[in-house]
């Protein structure tokens, strides 16, 4: 087979070796996770502004693709909370909620998400997820979380509140608490009551009940569903619509549709920093999931190839009616504990839902949006763990900033503004951290061949000569600030005849910092004091033989640090002072 067919379409790896017992495995799992998918479904719909069809069509060819193309054997792809507040937040800006031109933004945007993906994939540019620091992700999550709650409130309390920003929200549910609806509010704060208890108690009551483990495990994720059952026979029973309970309404029979997305110039343009901030929060949480699974059992996984699966997950969602779609952290993780060997299992999750989507949604005209808002507000609630800003606020503050200003962002300004903020301040702080690199002037432990701060350590140091212990590769960035520390080194005088850079935690010398290298070594020969350089690793030694800066050094480049102390002290560790 050719490595290349094999490395962009995994199927043909895990499909060789599939066999009965997997195929029994990844059916169940599929039941299981279908059933949890029908309310989620149409539940991340409404969060997102779309009709509730759009979940269900987001779930069916977006997981095939996946299935083909991605490395995940248990990953689970559709609508996410968050994607889907970002969705809404998006094309809420370009078309008016209940349009066409709305549902057709959606589309677009999942085919700007799906092409940008795969190009990130094909030129195996994944690590760029990597400027996204794991605290500005988790001050995000928890923010979209405490969004998401806030925008569901409205259909648990019936009134028409709108708004992109906690406070556009909370103003605007003030505004119309005179509207609240009685049997709305029942239907919407007793499926909540009943979710919560199902997460906490279901479980335990089931065992106490000698249900066994696994069976109580399956009817405790079967929560939702039953919700969905009773608020739906309610509202039909007693014809609570015409009491003003807002219900899903008719839900189209039929599979997906072939639907072709904008691609108006205009639209392109509005759609492109949402649809670049989706696609790589949509990966960073889809790769987080697979990777946590995967190591479970020992597996791997490809992230440039799951760029490209989740490309393709979200160019298939354009073209049948969906919207951006990635990796669920809830779905993967019911996925995976129900037994999922392969891919495969979603493949079937797929036709499972396409038979919901041909014959079951009749069922669900008399469902209260109610009842899917409370769905929203009970799993995004899990999501909201403001713990980080304590836990960064211990360990570093330049860590708790960028939570901080990404969750207050995100709250007040919407979550494309937040979590831009929140990426620039990381680059930031990055920046001005590793432009003040850690440079410790170093001695020799005594009997040792080791060297230490000689703040923190009793060593021996010679005044004739000064070893510091640069801990931090050198670029453009902290290229000066070497120099200037360097410089007021000698200034202090003292006899000094040898200056040693101790570069053992150097691993990239960039031409800027090769030129202060170079004005370093002509300042210090004015002087009449040797450079010398020690422990250089081996790429940055061939990085400096390419120029002629090691021609030009007034000193010598020593293997090891100890080497320098003994050549340039003649081992005169006993008469050296104690620091």
Do not use: C
């Amino acid at each position: 087979m050719h490595p290349l067919l094999r490395r962009y379409l995994p199927i043909l790896d895990w499909g060789r070796s599939y066999n009965r017992a997997a195929l029994s495995n990844d059916l169940l799992a599929a039941v299981i996770v279908t059933i949890m998918l029908i309310p989620q479904s149409l539940a991340y719909a409404l969060l997102a502004g779309l009709p509730p069809q759009a979940g269900i069509y987001a779930s069916i060819l977006p997981i095939v693709l996946y299935a083909i193309f991605g490395t995940s054997r248990a990953l689970a792809v559709g609508p996410v909370a968050v994607v889907s507040l970002m969705t809404a937040s998006a094309i809420g800006q370009v078309a008016e909620q209940g349009t066409a031109g709305y549902a057709a933004a959606a589309l677009t945007l999942a085919l700007m998400s799906g092409g940008f993906l795969v190009m990130l994939g094909v030129l195996r540019l994944g690590f760029l997820a990597n400027f996204l620091s794991h605290p500005v992700i988790a001050g995000f999550i928890a923010a979209s979380g405490i969004l998401i709650a806030a925008s569901q409130l409205r259909h648990v309390l019936g009134v028409p509140a709108h708004g992109h920003t906690l406070f556009a929200m909370v103003n605007s549910l003030l505004a119309h608490m005179g509207q609240i609806n009685g049997p709305t509010v029942a239907i919407g704060a007793g499926a909540m009551a009943f979710l919560f208890w199902v997460r906490k108690g279901l479980k335990p009551r089931l065992r106490a009940l000698g249900v066994g483990p696994g069976m109580a495990d399956t009817l405790t994720k079967a929560g939702p569903v039953l919700a969905v059952v009773l608020s739906t026979l309610a509202v039909w029973a007693f014809d609570l619509q015409a009491r003003g309970v807002a219900i899903v309404g008719e839900v189209p029979q039929g599979l997906p549709p072939l639907t072709v997305p904008g691609l108006s110039p205009d639209l392109l343009g509005q759609l492109l920093v949402p649809a670049i901030l989706i696609s790589i929060i949509g990966f960073v949480e889809s790769v987080s999931v697979a990777q946590t699974l995967a190591a479970r059992k020992r597996q791997r996984i490809d992230p440039d190839q799951e760029l490209i699966g989740l490309g393709a997950a979200n160019i298939g969602a354009a073209f049948t009616g969906g919207y951006p779609v990635t990796g669920g952290f809830s779905r993967s993780v019911v996925n995976y504990d129900a037994g999922a060997e392969t891919p495969a299992a979603g493949a079937f999750t797929a036709l499972g839902l396409a038979i919901a989507a041909v014959a079951l949604t009749p069922l669900v005209y008399y469902l209260p949006k109610a009842t899917l808002a409370a769905t929203i507000i009970v799993a995004v609630l899990g999501l909201v763990d403001l713990s980080i800003l304590r836990r960064t606020w211990a360990y570093s503050r330049g860590d708790f900033l960028a939570v901080a200003i990404t969750i207050v962002l995100t709250l007040a300004l919407g979550v494309e503004t937040g979590v831009a903020a929140g990426v620039v301040t990381s680059v930031g702080l990055h920046l001005y951290k590793t432009s003040r690199p850690h440079v410790a002037e170093v001695g020799l432990v005594p009997g040792t061949q080791h060297f230490r701060n000689i703040h923190r350590h009793d060593v021996l140091t010679d005044p004739g000569v000064v070893t510091l212990r640069v801990d931090e590769s050198l670029y453009f960035v902290n290229a000066r600030f070497l120099e200037d520390l360097v410089q007021d080194r000698i200034a202090r005088g003292g006899g000094l005849r040898h200056v040693i850079l101790m570069f053992s935690a150097v691993n990239e010398v960039d031409f800027s910092a090769l030129e202060s290298l170079e004005a370093i070594n002509r300042r210090l020969g004015e002087s009449g004091i040797g450079l010398h350089l020690s422990e250089v690793k081996g790429p940055v030694m061939d990085r400096l033989k390419m120029v002629h800066f090691l021609r030009e050094l007034n000193g010598q480049v020593f293997l090891s640090q100890y080497d320098a102390w003994m050549a340039l002290t003649g081992g005169r560790s006993g008469a050296a002072a104690r620091a």
